[in-house]
C-alpha cells in the first residue's frame, strides 16, 4: 500500500518543525507503563469511534460520505493515514468523528497514542518507502 501525498508531505514537515528538539522533549508524556498500542487501545477506539465509516468493509453510503480507501480498520490503516486522524479527530474541535462522541479523556488518550507510538511508525514508513523499501 502506498502512502497518498498528504500524510507524506505532513511526516516531512513535522519532522524538519521537530528538528532541534532533544530526545527527552521529543519523548515527553510517553512515559505510560505499559505504554498504549493498537491492541490495548487503538484497535478499541478505531473501531468504536472510526471504522462504521473508515472501514475496507463498508462502502457507498454506508461510507456516509468518509473517501474510498481512507480505512481504518486495521493497525496498517491507522499508520497509513495517522497525521489525516491527528489534524481531524484532536483539531480544536475535533472534526471527525463528525458526530462528535469521545470523551475528552478518550482525545487525550488517542493524541498520546498518535503522538507516541503511530506517528514515529508513519514516519518510519515513510522513510522505508522513499528509499525504495
Do not use: I
Not at 510517553?30 to 472501514?55: I, M, Q
Not at 475528552?104 to 518510519?124: F, M
Request: charged share 20%; net charge negative.
Amino acid at each position: 500500500m502506498r502512502l497518498g501525498w498528504m500524510p507524506t508531505a505532513l511526516a516531512l514537515a513535522l519532522a524538519q518543525g521537530c528538528a532541534g528538539k532533544d530526545a527527552d522533549s521529543a519523548d515527553a508524556g510517553c512515559e505510560r507503563t505499559p505504554p498504549l498500542t493498537y491492541d490495548n487501545f487503538g484497535k478499541g477506539f478505531v473501531g468504536k469511534h472510526c471504522a462504521g465509516c473508515h472501514s475496507s468493509l463498508v462502502s457507498g453510503q454506508q461510507r456516509k460520505g468518509a473517501p474510498p480507501g481512507v480505512d481504518l480498520d486495521t493497525y496498517r490503516g491507522v499508520v497509513t493515514w495517522a497525521y489525516r486522524v491527528q489534524a481531524r479527530a484532536t483539531a480544536d474541535p475535533p472534526t471527525m468523528p463528525p458526530g462528535g462522541g469521545p470523551s475528552g479523556e478518550e482525545l487525550d488518550r488517542l493524541t498520546e497514542w498518535l503522538e507516541c507510538q503511530v506517528l514515529r511508525d508513519a514516519d518510519a514508513l515513510a522513510a522505508e518507502q522513499g528509499s525504495g523499501g
